[in-house]
């Protein structure tokens, strides 16, 4: 396109892996300090994650550079062409590199953007994440948790679920409703039925279904659609098998709200029978708003499987927040209910808790988004097994 691109990130470190990624596309990095920001800038992308008083954003504001949201800039990438996006309060990321699989195997090169990597496309120095097709198709992933995927008017959707998180049930389904109405041809709404795929977890079945069943609804061979599912290698940090050590499997996973937290907890327990999970809290807010139900999430696993249950700190990213409960809150909700639920301070300790937890036959389950160590820390537990 013959555009200069820059980022900026709180984290940069330009040892880590995805910045090395994004600067091998020529995508020069800055730390998050409006020291990336210029009057040569044309235009400023940001994300519902950065607060208005961001530095970058403050130095746009001074030089009078537009700014655009992720999604709306998006739209514009988009265009006039055709539209697939999947959106779901859950699987919206498995069922989109699904698909964007399904219809490259099916030669129909199409662009794919979305929230985490597909195996099949990850490789370094490729990110996996987003795909470069040169057909008029765009497969998207499009979030409910900003509200933005209602800036997008698809030709085709799915709806994968919709549960509790980030906002109450009622404004939940008046807004995919509106996102349905939104999408000109067909939506796909959850599935009845589940179809076999490579990967781990039930939840899996069901987002192949969708994907199944949206193909199948515009005229693609089932056959050819089931055979490129059977080669799907999953998504980065959902369900993703770290490694195994001791006999001991470990896996990471993004989940962070109740339901899907439930749903990695059951499949893991489903295949392995003993499961030493833990989980670091994504963010203060979300925590506050849902303790209950993350507390009966846990209680209801231990109770059904055993195991052990680890709670780390809040992940704290910068920015401003009200920080009304503790990781420690849910520890002692979880205590109270009979749950044996420990507080680990740092991943040190975690490393040695688990030591002493797992056995062969087991396995471990680390979950969490944002924190940039969890999937380290697991690959970590692997290749350090009771070295100190």
Known sequence: ????????????????????????????????????????????????????????????????????????????LVGHHELIAVAG????????????????????????????????WKKFPTLGNVRRGNSNLWIIEADESDKSFLNFNPTHSIITNISHDHYELDELHAMFNQFEAQTSGLTIRGSDKRISVPTLGKHDEENAACALDLCLALGLDEAEVLKAISTFKGIERRLEIAGTVNGITVIDDYAHNPAKIASALASVAEKFGTVH??????????????????????????KTSGG??????????????????????????????????????????LKCELESAAISGNAILGMGARDPQLPLFSRQLVNEWKIH
């Open 89 to 120: 309060t859950a699987g919206k990321t498995t069922t989109t590199g699904m698909l964007g699989w399904i219809f490259q195997c099916l030669g129909h090169d199409p662009s794919v953007y979305n929230g985490a990597a597909v195996l099949n």
């Open 1 to 76: 396109y013959g555009v200069t691109v820059t980022g900026s990130d709180r984290a940069y470190s330009p040892e880590a892996q995805v910045f090395q990624c994004l600067e091998n596309l020529d995508i020069s990095i800055f730390p998050q300090d409006g020291s990336g920001i210029s009057e040569k800038t044309d235009t400023v992308v940001y994300s519902t994650a950065i607060e208005p008083d961001n530095p970058d954003l403050q130095k746009s504001a001074a030089l009078t550079i537009p700014t655009l949201h992720r999604s709306e800039f998006l739209k514009k």
């Open 308 to 349: 052990s249950i680890f709670i780390l700190p809040v992940f704290y990213a910068g920015g401003s927040v009200t920080r009304s409960v503790e990781a420690e809150d849910l520890v002692e909700k979880l205590k109270s209910a009979g749950v044996p639920a420990k507080g680990v301070p740092d991943y040190r300790t």
């Open 277 to 302: 999970a833990f989980w670091r809290p994504h963010g203060y807010g979300p925590l506050a708003h849902g303790l209950e139900e993350y507390a009966e999430v846990f209680s209801n696993h231990w």
